[in-house]
């Protein structure tokens, strides 16, 4: 874990052998005043971006993945009032991802005391079809179920957590994720997404949760040192679908840049942030975002009529029919 040409690092709290040596902060910590660091950073994060208070529900969306396991584990840590999300996308490739990250979650909870609430939905038992049956029954993912994938965990996170009345949904991206999104985005100068990537998306309709990112200021690298030195056992491969997709490219080039430039990555979404901020940059892109509601699920859309999930979905059980599935 320890990183740099000083294996042997001290932490700069103890006389103990540092576990991570952040070098855009300067800063190397042992295993407990790395936990300590964590727990006190998320909460400051939190505070700052005005994410939550401990009055408020929180539906962590948990993959079994390192980041979100650590959210949730770090949220409960802080004593908030967090419960789990995990939904179950049905995707095989070979090694069974779906139920694999669904057993990391499960031992999670028993690690715990199982004492913990997990709201698991599985796409096919309610759909109809799994995730990757979907794409294929669709012309949407002839290559690959991720923008099918993307839309359907979008639509499960906003209506589990109206149902159940949640304030807030909380996912685990990390600096990484956000680095990497927000180089895509700017590449393309989608100023759309451009004006609403953020820690903190306000609800753009009545009944639906905040979206919150408590992690989006860690690097990668620390949430898996985080996990590793909290016990927490998680799912340790990507996505079977997500090889080759642009966004690793795009944080392999920034990994690049960052070995370098230690820090720069966090720099390039911090200061995007603050520029966006103080000169109101894409706020009229966000003003003329003309958002209707979709008269079959509720939930906000810029289509006229169906939204995309809805549309998709029906087109999913149009095929099924036809095939006699
Ligand atoms: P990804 O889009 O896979 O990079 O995941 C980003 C975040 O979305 C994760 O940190 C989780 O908070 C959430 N997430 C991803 N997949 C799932 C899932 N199957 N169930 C619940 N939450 C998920
Ligand atoms: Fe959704 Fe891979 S296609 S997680
Ligand atoms: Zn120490
Ligand atoms: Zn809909």
């Not at 208070?53 to 840590?77: C, F, N």
């Not at 309709?205 to 905040?210: C, E, F, K, T």
Request: glycine share 8%; charged share 25%.
């Amino acid at each position: 874990m320890a990183r740099g040409k000083h294996p042997l690092m001290k932490c700069r709290h103890c006389d103990a052998k540092a576990v991570v040596n952040m070098r855009q902060h300067k800063l190397a910590l042992c295993g407990p005043h790395f936990v300590e660091w964590v727990h006190k950073q998320t909460e400051r994060f939190i505070e700052k971006y005005n994410m939550f208070t401990r009055d408020e529900r929180v539906l962590v969306a948990v993959s079994g993945g390192k980041d979100s396991l650590a959210l949730w584990d770090i949220l409960l840590a802080l004593g908030y009032r967090a419960d789990g999300l995990y939904i179950g996308l049905g995707i095989d490739g070979g090694l069974s991802y779906s139920d694999e990250s669904h057993r990391y979650i499960t031992e999670f909870i028993e690690a715990r005391g199982g004492d913990l609430t997990l709201h698991t939905v599985d796409v096919a038992g309610i759909y109809g079809a799994s995730i990757p049956d979907a794409a294929r029954l669709t012309r949407r993912g002839r290559e690959k179920p991720c923008s099918v994938c993307g839309l359907s965990k979008r639509h499960i996170m906003n209506r589990v957590a109206r149902e159940h009345g949640y304030d807030v949904l909380a996912t685990g991206h990390n600096l990484d994720d956000e680095a990497a999104v927000l180089f895509g985005n700017a590449m393309v100068w989608s100023v759309d997404y451009l004006s609403r990537q953020g820690p903190v998306l306000p609800p753009s309709h009545p009944g639906l949760a905040r979206k919150v990112k408590p992690l989006f200021r860690f690097y990668e690298r620390e949430m898996a040192a985080y996990a590793i030195v909290r016990g927490i056992e998680y799912m340790y491969d990507e996505c079977p679908h997500a090889t080759g997709a642009t966004t690793i490219r795009y944080k392999e080039l920034l990994n690049q840049l960052e070995e370098s430039s230690p820090g720069i990555k966090l720099q390039y979404v911090l200061r995007f942030l603050k520029a966006r901020e103080q000169h109101g940059l894409f706020a009229q892109v966000r003003e003329q975002l003309d958002l209707r509601t979709c008269p079959t699920c509720g939930q906000p859309t810029t289509n006229d009529g169906a939204c995309s999930f809805c549309r998709m979905w029906e087109r999913v059980n149009d095929r099924r029919i036809e095939q006699g599935l």
